[in-house]
């Protein structure tokens, strides 16, 4: 049950791109269709938005998308805006129902 | 989604127990993903244990033989017994969902669509 692997932190000027990457094993990133991001605000609790690599739940801005190459998952914001400053997790299903997260990133809006 | 609310979080000593427990809006669908993340002071989240159907649990190697997850009989509260706390284990705890019936359809995911707002465990001396 590794961790999977992120950038302690990335930062852009409003309006830019920032992406953000996840890098595991090839049983749990790459292997599985449920790489999934989560966004938290300090004193708040995570809020999905992205599950299956790639779907964004109803309400979260198509700003945010997913993506995976070989064994690295990616979240890109586009379009980054103030209320995008935030944490965010990648979390993986690694089999025999276990799931294992990232580090986290901190994104900063300058 | 489905609100969750966690319970049970507070001071205990290294070596001592203490019951958290996770209640639900809505009557939980009996394929649901009923997990347990937590998250220590200032670090990430880690994934600490899903219960299934009410009686199938699973767990992370950190806290297995140690902690154990359960729902009462109408599935509507989750429980986590945690036994011979260690320090380490200071952090908040979710309870969060992965669902089996969802815009229309029911499967198993693998994502978590429902967090609680979290209890907060501190194991100190």
């Known amino acids: 049950q590794s961790a999977l692997t992120q950038p302690r932190s990335v930062s852009g000027s409003p309006g830019q791109s920032v992406t953000i990457s996840c890098t595991g094993t090839s049983s749990a990133t790459g292997g599985y269709n449920s790489v999934s991001w989560y966004q938290q605000h300090p004193g708040k609790a995570p809020k999905v938005i992205i599950y299956d690599v790639i779907k964004r739940p109803s309400g979260v801005p198509d700003r945010f998308s997913g993506s995976r190459s070989g064994n690295t998952a990616s979240l890109t914001i586009s379009g980054l805006q103030a209320e995008d400053e935030a944490d965010y997790f990648c979390?993986?299903?690694?089999?025999?129902?276990?799931?294992?997260f990232g580090g986290g990133t901190k994104v900063t809006v300058l | 989604e489905v609100q969750l609310v966690e319970s049970g979080g507070g001071l205990i000593q290294p070596g001592g127990s203490l019951r958290l427990s996770c209640t639900t809006s809505?009557?939980?669908?009996?394929?649901?993903?009923m997990s347990w993340v937590r998250q220590a002071p200032g670090k990430g989240l880690e994934w600490v244990s899903m219960?299934?159907?009410?009686?199938?649990?699973y767990y992370a190697d950190s806290v297995k033989g140690r902690f154990t997850a359960s729902t009462d009989n109408s599935q509507t509260t989750i429980y986590l017994q945690m036994n011979n706390l260690r320090v380490d284990d200071t952090a908040v705890y979710y309870c969060?969902?992965?669902?089996?019936?969802?815009?229309?359809?029911?499967?198993?995911?693998?994502?978590?669509?429902?967090w609680g707002q979290g209890t907060l465990v501190t194991v100190s001396s």
């Open positions: 979390c993986s299903y690694a089999g025999m129902y276990t799931w294992v």
């Open positions: 969060a969902r992965a669902p089996y019936c969802t815009g229309g359809s029911c499967y198993s995911r693998y994502y978590f669509d429902s």
């Open positions: 809505a009557f939980p669908v009996s394929g649901d993903y």
């Open positions: 219960v299934y159907r009410g009686t199938t649990a």
